[in-house]
């Protein structure tokens, strides 16, 4: 099982930005899907963007596209997401995830490992 450590998060103001880093060990990272969720406060925990083993495909929820991007260095076994134009409805604790399964698809995303997320505060 990957082991998942996330950072990058902080305060910034609407219109900011923000990379994510999440770096991993103790798996076979260049095989595994990986993902960034999201929870606000109250609200439920949410796909925000997945990339799959290789770097070639991505997937998106609708609010942040165009503004965010995930891409991955498994030379370094590590995923980023890069977030721009953020807006306060960004504020949440982002989590990065891994996938249970080797070479799966990133839509939807089968957790297999959590981090422990970093906050992310977006003011107005």
């Known amino acids: 099982q990957v082991q998942l450590v996330e950072s990058g998060g902080g305060l910034v103001q609407a219109g900011g930005s923000l990379r994510l880093s999440c770096a991993a060990s103790?798996?076979?990272?260049?095989?595994?899907?990986m993902a960034w969720f999201r929870q606000a406060p109250g609200k439920e925990r949410e796909l925000v963007a997945s990339?799959?083993?290789?770097?070639?495909?991505?997937y998106y929820t609708d609010s942040v596209k165009g503004r965010f991007t995930i891409f991955r260095d498994n030379a370094k076994n590590s995923v980023y997401l890069q977030m721009n134009s953020l807006k306060p409805g960004d504020t949440a604790v982002y989590y990065c995830?891994?996938?249970?399964?080797?070479?799966?698809?990133?839509?939807?995303?089968?957790?297999?490992?959590w981090g422990r997320g970093t906050q992310v505060t977006v003011s107005s």
């Open positions: 995830a891994a996938d249970g399964t080797l070479y799966s698809s990133i839509y939807p995303f089968q957790v297999g490992s």
């Open positions: 103790g798996g076979k990272f260049s095989g595994y899907s």
């Open positions: 990339i799959n083993w290789s770097g070639g495909n991505t």
